[in-house]
């Protein structure tokens, strides 16, 4: 029995447990709903707004329905054609909204409310060019000729963006893979960590170490939870796929296949590094309640990367600092796929990033286990990194209380004893720290403002840098914590 | 055999395990015995590389054990525990698989162990939604599952009610008389009198004591003679080679030489006017502790 097939009995032990969870289901079912309605939703309400209904009454002329309709062809608007008797017949129309305007005579417009300026051009304009014909007719000029000389200039329209040779949909683009593959990465590494301090918890993890190596166990779980996430989110991009060609919206975003091959490529990558780091961190929790606060390096090394990224990749994806961003195995997985679909990357910067991503997953697999096998099987309170690292796994001794041995799942009880922490007074150090925090948050939303000329920016690096900071300060180890199960 | 052979490990400034050797021979059952913090559990680790020694080596069968002896092995951690959301048989096949069994093996053997233990028509349950009881016994086919050879136990019988603890003792019993060795940890030395052959005594991270129980009893040089009787004190000074080790209101326990002559024995008996039970005994294993751990 070699570690790599028991790896995969993990990996398979977990999508098929998870994926049976109901919690799981209603998760993509949910995930399924948002992002179908997302899309089908706006382009119904679209739908029911391109289509305009106009009246007319009393003295039309002939020409008139044929050149509003064509007039609102021009700038894809359907319009449909209502007739009235009388006046009154058709702002009665109006104000049932059965029609959203009354031409009179073709010389008035009337209108429930406000105009609509987009409908207003149109008609104006097949009265004018109706008129126009009519006159020109009295003139006795032929109509032909009077067209052929009216007849319209296409003028294109443009989007110029913030930087010459690209354009806003690619930056979009960027923008928004880049934010999934946050997502993403955080989601699933995050079910890396509960799971691993489950496994810790429920005391499952010493039946199942017995039998395999810690980096197999490791190895198999983010190998797992990677691939069933993999799987929700390409049963959701299908969906997504499959609602937009049903509805026939045209707002695809302008990515290419070689684009998209590399987000798999970084989701990959990112998931599998940040998952490891998230494994072994979690290792060092006894309870769930300490997962977050002994995985919180990891999410602030994610967030911190992410705004790093967008900051400097927006602002110019050229510059020396996204190209560093984009190679740091760290950073990578959030800075190169903008930086591809920007389509500013030399074709060796995604090849060397991968590489040297891949050499970071490597060692992280050692480390990983390594930290996992050390921290495992210590329970009581988190357990320091540093002491992981020397591997004094002891077994707990404290256990001649009669009948105490719990099978399943209630880690508080016995873990309830040696978790007790004392907690010394720190609130007014605390304040401090934040004041400070929120100065320094001020300063750099501030530069960032003023250097990226982007005041949204630097307002959102502001507030997570202070939401960040004071996670850190929050979090970090005080020397009170530091007892362990050693006899 | 499990052999340990000179296994050290320090915690910090505690040493847990001292240069402890012992071993555990195929076909029987050996009892592990120490007082709390003496080294059990982090000897027992040890066999399945849970704990890495700093010095010394374990073997199986002469061979220093690899993933490939422990594929072969079963154990109960003492603190117990499986998956509490993962369905009763399920988790059973996956630990069978984990130890490189092919899953219609694992099938069978978890299917006759469900059977055999009362927990067939709870197979598709929930862990966490059995009784505690249930749950021990889920625990211990997890140990069984891959049929082993060596099958550790740490703390087998603690929690177990008496009809469990019989029903526990009879399995592994079984189990040893198919040829495995069976190895656990216990406080209960009477149990363990009964039921092993053999029995390691370690203290402070160093074996005290070890070997066939029945060996170690009758070398201890003395025996002793408990005389339970009615009546009024019995004076025991009057008689020669006996030794009065204490005695209560018709109780006595006396001390003769392993090698005295049967007479001093019978004579207590003579000694004694009205007679309700009479045993003549090498130490008893819990003295046998006493002695060994207290030295």
């Known amino acids: 029995m070699n570690g790599v097939r028991q790896g995969w009995l993990v990996a398979v032990r977990e999508m098929r447990e998870r994926s049976r969870s109901r919690g799981f289901r209603a998760g993509l079912a949910l995930m399924l709903l948002v992002v179908v309605g997302m899309i089908v939703v706006p382009t119904m309400i679209d739908t029911g707004a391109r289509a305009k209904d106009v009246g007319l009454t009393g003295a039309i002329p002939d020409e008139l329905t044929r050149a509003i309709s064509d007039q609102g062809e021009a700038v894809g608007t359907t319009v449909r054609m209502h007739r009235y008797d009388d006046v009154a017949a058709g702002e009665e129309a109006v104000r049932e909204e059965d029609v959203d305007v009354l031409v009179v005579d073709a010389q008035r417009l009337e209108w429930r409310g406000k105009a609509d300026d987009e409908l207003r051009a149109v008609v104006t304009a097949g009265i004018q060019l109706v008129a126009v014909q009519e006159r020109a007719a009295a003139a006795g000029i032929d109509p032909d000729d009077l067209l052929a000389l009216v007849a319209p200039v296409p003028v294109d329209s443009v989007e110029l963006g913030s930087v010459a040779g690209r354009n806003p949909d690619d930056e979009l683009a960027a923008i928004a893979m880049t934010a999934l593959l946050l997502v993403a990465i955080a989601t699933y590494g995050n079910l890396v960590l509960t799971g691993v301090v489950e496994e810790k918890s429920s005391r499952v993890v010493e039946v199942l170490l017995a039998r395999m190596p810690a980096r197999s166990l490791l190895t198999g779980k983010v190998a797992g939870i990677g691939l069933l996430g993999f799987a929700q989110f390409a049963v959701t991009a299908l969906a997504a796929l499959v609602a937009i060609t049903v509805v026939d919206s045209v707002d695809i975003p302008a990515v290419s296949g070689g684009v998209l091959a590399w987000v798999v490529v970084w989701f990959v990558l990112g998931y599998a590094l940040y998952a490891m780091a998230y494994g072994a961190l979690g290792s060092l929790a006894s309870r769930t309640e300490d997962a977050q606060s002994v995985a919180g390096p990891v999410l602030y090394v994610l967030i911190g990367g992410y705004w790093a990224s967008l900051v400097a990749v927006s602002s110019d994806p050229d510059s020396g600092w996204s190209q560093l961003l984009s190679l740091f195995p760290a950073t990578a997985p959030l800075a190169m796929p903008g930086r591809l679909a920007l389509g500013v990357a030399a074709w060796w910067e995604p090849v060397l990033a991968v590489v040297l991503a891949g050499l970071a997953l490597v060692g992280l697999v050692v480390f990983a286990g390594r930290v996992y096998t050390g921290a495992i099987l210590r329970t009581g309170p988190k357990v320091r990194l540093r002491d992981s690292w020397q591997r004094t796994t002891a077994p707990r001794l404290d256990t001649s209380e009669p009948g105490a041995p719990h099978l399943g799942s209630s880690p508080q009880a016995p873990v309830g004893k040696l978790g007790r922490r004392t907690t010394i007074t720190r609130t007014s150090a605390t304040s401090g720290r934040t004041i400070v925090i929120l100065f320094l948050a001020v300063g750099l939303g501030a530069a960032v403002a003023v250097l990226g000329n982007d005041v949204v920016i630097g307002l959102a690096v502001g507030a997570a840098f202070f939401a960040v900071a004071t996670r850190i300060t929050k979090a970090w180890p005080d020397s009170s914590d530091r007892h362990m199960s050693h006899p | ?295």
């Not at chain 2, 073997?59 to 499986?82: S, T």
Request: aromatic share 6%.
């Open chain 2, 1 to 295: 055999m499990l052999e340990v052979e000179g296994g050290s490990k320090r915690f910090g400034d505690v040493a847990a395990l001292d240069g402890c050797t012992f071993s555990a021979k195929p076909g029987r059952l050996t009892g592990f015995l120490g007082p709390n913090g003496a080294g059990k559990t982090t000897a027992m680790r040890a066999v399945f590389g849970l704990v890495e020694l700093d010095a010394g080596i374990v073997r199986w069968r002469g061979v220093p054990i690899g993933a490939a002896q422990r594929a072969r092995f079963g154990y109960m951690p003492e603190e117990r525990g499986l998956y509490p959301r993962m369905k009763v048989r399920d988790q059973l096949i996956y630990l069978g698989r984990l130890c490189g069994r092919s899953s219609r093996d694992v099938r069978g053997l978890v299917d006759s162990w469900l059977e055999r233990l009362g927990l067939a028509d709870r197979k598709n349950a929930h862990l966490d939604d059995l009784s505690h009881g249930n749950q021990q016994r889920v625990q211990l086919i997890a140990a069984l599952v891959n049929e082993p050879d060596l099958l550790v136990l740490d703390e087998p019988f603690s929690g177990l009610d008496p009809i469990a603890m019989g029903t526990m003792s009879e399995l592994l019993a079984e189990v040893a008389a198919a040829g495995a060795s069976v190895l656990f940890s216990s406080h209960q030395l009477d149990l363990v009198e009964d039921l092993c052959e053999d029995v390691v005594i370690i203290d402070h991270g160093r074996i005290a004591l070890a070997g066939d129980l029945d060996e170690l009893r009758t070398a201890v040089p003395h025996r002793f003679v408990d005389v339970h009787y009615r009546g009024a004190a019995v004076d025991w000074s009057a008689l020669p080679s006996v030794e009065l080790v204490e005695s209560k209101d018709g109780e006595a326990r006396l001390r003769v030489d392993r090698d005295a002559d049967l007479a001093a024995v019978v004579a207590i008996a003579r000694h004694t006017p009205d007679i309700i039970s009479f045993t003549y005994q090498p130490p008893r294993l819990s003295e046998l502790f006493r002695q060994a751990v207290a030295a």
